[in-house]
């Protein structure tokens, strides 16, 4: 086995800039072809190759067709396996419904990512609802794990299948892949480990959420490779769901290296953070006295996460906002209500009753907007074909703007938004953004205001002692640069027992 080495970097230390720097050095100094690097998402790998493209002779704007051929061996760990394999045929969600229907499984239902293109490391899905959806999930993790699916039933008791069903139900999808000459992303991270990755330098990013099926992949392909880095902060682990635990990053071969201090946070929060690992049960880990807060206040953008454990608490807080009429949209990229179609119909609305006219573009968004049936096939025909600067007189329904403009979705809201902070407000990137801990990985705001209360299943997972949800709660807890404030929202579930702060 070539030499190992682990860099540790709590929140805001500046990992991927220091890999980013790791890598420049292999490419200046060996070319591309030597890189390895394996990253948690499609995007950080695609940001990557941009980086390194001009040490490559090429610009930074390079389509990605030319620099996946550049940089072959920077991606996903299943990118990677995919490509060592020489890309299998990987099973769909229609291939699970139709193995799902010959089981005799009418309810089954699959709509997860079927395709390397959009896979991700770990791709959180719904909660399973029939037997074979079931067995799946169970299957699945218990490959991550590196446990029997049995087993998986008593980690996870609110599964609805017994073991005699489980067992039956994964041998007739073996046979069914087996038949079909199918593979699953399971499987290719198993076929992987079977091959050489020909680099001489191996990058492994956010190591911290490797499961034990994704460490034996990395394992394999090191022992053939001179100089392997795993970088991250065993205590970010947020997929513990999927395999990913702190104890598997932390008991990895070769010394550990402390990147640097905070820059997100200051000294106290720093305290504050170590202090959440261990009271939840962290607290006899050496590296959590190496790191301390270097924030001054300095370079501050103005955002502000709301941030909350589980999807349902979110949407709590999407709602508390709405009520007090701020504008704001969702961490997860889903967009929130300030979609530029709906806001736009709205201001072409009041823009007709403030100033009696607005654009032909407008008052088609306006159209397109309102509930059906309001208006006339041939009043929205007419609308269809308007040009130009449009006066209220124009419309045989403009003496009823104000009535048509409350129909509109979400009309109250958009009221709201602009009697509080103007039109503007409608147009701009909201500073607030609302989602899951989980969707803040990463990130950073000004401002974090954190929902104290933990939702049903994770409740109890943490009443349980579960340390999973320990790093959840810091990771939650160390995403701001200036303030964190904690609130309660009425939901499911039990308070997330945080330490008391200074």
Known sequence: MGASANLYGPPGSGKTRKLIGISEAVVREHGPAALGAVTFTRAAAHELKQRLAPLAGLPSTEGYATLERTFPFVGTIHSLCYRLTGRPRIISNAHKMEW???????????DGTDTLQRLDTFDLGDLPVSAAEWALDLYSASRQRGIPPEEMLRIRPQAEINPQVLSKLIASYEHYKHEMDLCDFDDLLEMGARERLPVKYLLVDEAQDNSRLLWNTVDAWRRMIDFTICAGDPYQALFKFSGGDPALFRSQPGGWTLIGDSHRLDAYAARYAQTILKAGGFNDDP??????????????????????????????????????????????GRGGPLGANSTQAWRAAQELIDEGSTTAGNIKALVLGLPKGLLTAAEVSRCAKLSGRVHTQDLSWGGHIERLQ???????????????????????????????IHSAKGREADYVTLVRGW????????????????????????????????????????????????
């Not at 190496?290 to 370079?299: N, V």
């Open 100 to 110: 799902a229907r010959s089981a005799g499984d009418e309810r089954a239902h699959f």
């Open 287 to 332: 590296l959590l006295d190496q790191w301390t807060g270097l924030y001054e206040g300095e370079g501050h953008d103005g955002m502000h996460f709301w941030l909350a454990r589980t999807g349902k608490l979110v949407y709590q807080l999407a709602n508390m906002l709405e009520d007090q009429g701020e504008p704001y949209t969702f961490l997860s």
């Open 406 to 436: 409350r129909s509109l979705s979400r009309a109250d809201y958009y009221r709201r938004v602009s009697s509080k902070y103007g039109f503007g407000a409608l147009v701009m990137p909201p500073v607030n953004r609302v989602g899951t």
């Open 455 to 502: 939702g049903s299943l994770p409740a109890q997972a943490m009443l349980a002692g579960d340390t999973g949800e320990t790093c959840v709660a810091y990771v939650g807890a160390s995403r701001h640069r200036m303030r964190l404030d904690m609130i309660d929202v009425q939901g499911e579930g039990v308070p997330y027992p945080f330490p008391a702060r200074d």
